[in-house]
């Protein structure tokens, strides 16, 4: 899979602020509206981009966490 110079400014925008609209991000990377769309749906259908989400506080929403994890090597 061959990214350009143009794929890589999108990714380094959305990855400051997956929110950045995009006329925001056609402004930041110095291209047409249309052509963010295009990269956009490209890199969603490579797989490049697998979604957008959000990161929540949870001891600001009031939850506790308590994780337990257990790790099993097996040589060979």
């Known amino acids: 899979m061959n990214l350009d ?7 380094e ?4 602020d997956a929110r950045t609209s ?3 991000l056609a402004r930041k990377v110095g291209i ?6 295009n990269r956009l749906r490209r890199l969603e259908d ?6 957008y989400s959000v990161m929540l506080d949870p001891s600001a929403l009031g939850w506790s966490m308590t ?7 097996v040589k060979g």
């Open 5 to 11: 110079d143009t794929d890589r400014a999108i990714l």
């Open 32 to 37: 047409a509206q249309g052509t963010v769309l």
């Open 67 to 73: 994780i337990m994890a257990g790790l099993r090597i």
């Open 22 to 24: 995009q006329r925001a």
């Open 13 to 16: 925008v959305l990855l400051e």
């Open 46 to 51: 490579l797989g490049v981009i697998k979604g």
